[in-house]
């Protein structure tokens, strides 16, 4: 039986009326890819469903066919609603700004990932993907990720990229309020923390090292 995973990709399209926003192409494609070659059946599912829009920024022309050929997978995502954490083996939340917005206070998935994390099943998110476990706690009420070491896209890559005045939070900084142990590494450069089941990755750039981490945990 080839191991079940559930990817959630975000809805939200807008920063602001300026500046369109939503997934990362390449956390999306290069997390999929990894999976699918290693014979994982993979669903996809967004917090209300259908499709999940391209941050237009994470498209460029040199992008590798490979990654544009994923996009076919964001354009019917499965309602989180829909979906059972006892279907799953393992989650994997890949970014883009969008998931600032409709990731961290989204119930059913801090449900999710406190199913998941609680029945040692993998949890694993890079770049803003982390967003989600800013919300998450535990059956104690605990955050999840209170003592866990994890990492994300840090405020000096935020502030690199100008759109820090535009979060509803700051990613890095949430995360260390609720008590993580956050390791980072210098901006734009690949970083991925695994602590016990709980795999999260800095940025786009740390996509395929998080995806072989996770594969690595979580085996055939």
């Avoid at 050929?69 to 989180?80: H, I, Q, V």
């Avoid at 600032?100 to 994390?117: G, I, S, T, V």
């Avoid at 390791?183 to 995806?211: F, K, M, R, Y």
Wanted: with cysteine.
């Amino acid at each position: 039986m080839s191991k079940k995973v559930l990817m959630v990709v975000t809805n939200h399209e807008k920063i602001n009326e300026d500046t369109p926003t939503g997934i990362w192409l390449s956390e999306f494609g290069e997390a999929y890819n990894e999976f699918k070659q290693h014979g994982y059946e993979i669903t996809v599912a967004s917090p209300k469903g259908g499709q999940s829009p391209v941050d237009p920024n994470s498209v460029s022309e040199d992008e590798p066919t490979e990654i544009l050929d994923t996009k076919t997978y964001l354009e019917d995502t499965l309602p989180l609603d829909s979906v059972s954490a006892n279907s799953f083996d393992a989650i994997f939340l890949p970014g883009g700004h969008g998931t600032m917005f409709d990731f961290p206070d989204n119930e059913k998935l801090q449900q999710l990932l406190r199913d998941f994390y609680e029945s040692d099943k993998v949890v694993a998110a890079v770049c803003h993907g982390p967003s989600a476990l800013t919300g998450a706690t535990l059956s104690n009420g605990e955050p999840l990720v209170k003592g866990k070491r994890v990492n994300a896209f840090t405020d000096a890559e935020e502030v690199d990229t100008t759109l820090d005045q535009h979060m509803p939070f700051l990613l890095e900084s949430k995360l260390r309020e609720l008590g993580a142990t956050f390791q980072s590494a210098p901006n734009w450069s690949e970083h991925v923390e695994v602590d016990g089941n709980l795999i999260t990755g800095q940025n786009p750039q740390s996509t395929v090292a998080v995806s072989k981490e996770f594969i690595k945990v979580l085996g055939q």
